[in-house]
């Protein structure tokens, strides 16, 4: 049978085993495993299958990705994040739709922090949204702004899924995470603006703060957020400085968080075995899922199908213009309906080679494809960072309110998306100013 005949079949199975509700990394290894056995034979796939766990389970290339999960555990169990919200708060309230803007730039330096969408949008939901309601805020606004705001941890380094895209397209990730500060914060000033305009316009929609702080006071808070200043400028700075890897910096990180969580908080309120028990059961299921793309994508490797995919498009001379507006169109569904680790593993192997041969830089398409994941976090009907919001709101929002408030945010991110698209430079000016073209 043409190899290429089976790779088609093989993507076509993996949507149906998805759509069905078969876990995306039990389908990746199914599908993988068998169109193997199909090309090379039994004894060839079993033997894909039986070294594959392994050899990811024990590659040092993702040794980060688990210890920037526990880094966000100990960040979340410690209160940095009523302390970033608090700071903010205090310098941003008095604006137009104040609390709110503030929450959106708490939630961009927690993810510098955090690297987990899904649990910013969880722990400022807890923080701020009782707070936002309790000052007459509109709850659609309120629950639209967490939902939205908390997708920054998937852009503003370090961010575990810059780490994964990094390791299936064998990218640098100091390279990586320098590309997503300037983006990850025009996204925050582009929705710091709409949420200024929208209350200026109707003002009813977050009155205006009473209370106001003195100077000494807003100094006092800015110092108080320094954890999230010292640890991001430890860890970021001395892996862009050569002072350790990457993977010895998610450790620093990790360990130089707890210590701070343990010195504020205690050692039974920091809680130690349930993070340790959260970032077990998150990188389980992330690994699993990278285990399953690996086989699938050896499969799609053995069958062709993205080296024809890639010459077909070049022999038909298909514009990068056109090419990038199905891209858009492509992932905007998929982030209706999987969630953001899927997504890559699934595409990754298929396009990324049509991509390098049509000349776009591999940086600045992990930093458009980070960007697209990040739009499908709140995109209905899967949407997740919209159902952890809700779920943690205990029933002072709605499902319809949420996703009614996350729609003139969704409206910006593709504003700003089109930006990065026309405008690749803000993307790859900084990766390339601290390490060159």
């Known amino acids: ?200 316009r109707k003002p009813a929609l977050a009155p205006l703060v009473k209370e106001g702080y003195k100077l000494s006071e807003k100094v006092r808070a800015v110092i108080s957020i320094w954890p999230i200043i010292f640890f991001a400028a430890l860890v970021l700075g001395g892996i862009f400085a050569g002072w350790f890897t990457a993977t010895e910096g998610a450790a620093v990180g990790a360990f ?27 990188t389980g299921m992330i690994f699993l899922v990278i285990i399953g793309a690996i086989i699938f994508g050896r499969f799609l490797s053995v069958t062709q199908l993205p080296v024809n995919v890639a010459s077909f498009l070049g022999d038909a001379h298909i514009s990068r213009t056109v090419f990038l507006a199905s891209l858009v169109l492509l992932y905007f569904v998929l982030g209706m309906l999987l969630d953001s680790v899927a997504i890559l593993c699934i595409t990754i192997p298929v396009v990324f080679p049509v991509v390098t041969q049509l000349g776009f830089d591999p940086i600045w398409f992990g930093i458009f494809l980070i960007k697209m994941c990040e739009i499908g976090q709140i995109t209905p009907p899967v949407g997740m960072n919209v159902y952890v919001a809700v779920a943690a709101s205990e029933g002072l929002v709605s499902l319809e309110d949420a996703f009614k408030g996350i729609t003139p945010f969704l409206a910006c991110d593709l504003c700003v998306l089109f930006i990065l698209i026309v405008f690749p430079e803000l993307s790859l000016w900084l990766p390339n100013l601290v390490f060159g073209s």
Not at 83 to 107: D, P, Q, W
Not at 154 to 173: A, D, F, K, R, V
């Open 1 to 200: 049978m043409d190899p290429t005949i089976v790779g088609t079949a093989g993507v076509a199975a993996l949507l149906v085993f998805i759509f069905s509700g078969l876990h995306i990394g039990l389908a990746l290894s199914l599908v993988g495993g068998l169109g193997m056995c199909l090309l090379m034979g039994v004894r060839g796939g079993l033997d894909i299958l039986g070294s594959s766990p392994f050899a990811v389970a024990a590659s040092y290339d993702l040794s980060p990705l688990p210890l920037f999960l526990l880094m966000g555990s100990f960040a979340l169990n410690g209160g940095i994040g009523g302390m970033v919200y608090e700071a903010m708060s205090k310098l941003l309230g008095r604006l137009h739709g104040g609390l709110a803007i503030a929450t959106t730039f708490a939630c961009a330096f927690f993810g510098m922090i955090c690297g987990s969408s899904l649990a910013t949008a969880g722990i400022f939901t807890k923080i701020a949204l009782p707070e936002m309601l309790k000052r007459g805020m509109d709850k659609r606004l309120s629950i639209g702004t967490i939902s939205s705001a908390g997708t920054f941890a998937t852009l503003i380094p370090p961010s575990g899924l810059m780490i994964i895209y990094c390791i299936l397209t064998e990218q640098s990730i100091g390279r990586m995470f320098m590309a997503g500060f300037v983006p990850g914060f025009i996204s925050a000033f582009a929705f710091s603006a709409l949420t200024y305009i929208r209350v200026k």
């Open 256 to 282: 130089g968080t707890l210590i701070f969580a343990v010195a504020k908080k205690g050692v039974r309120q920091t809680q130690i075995p349930s993070a340790l028990i959260d970032c077990m059961k998150a």
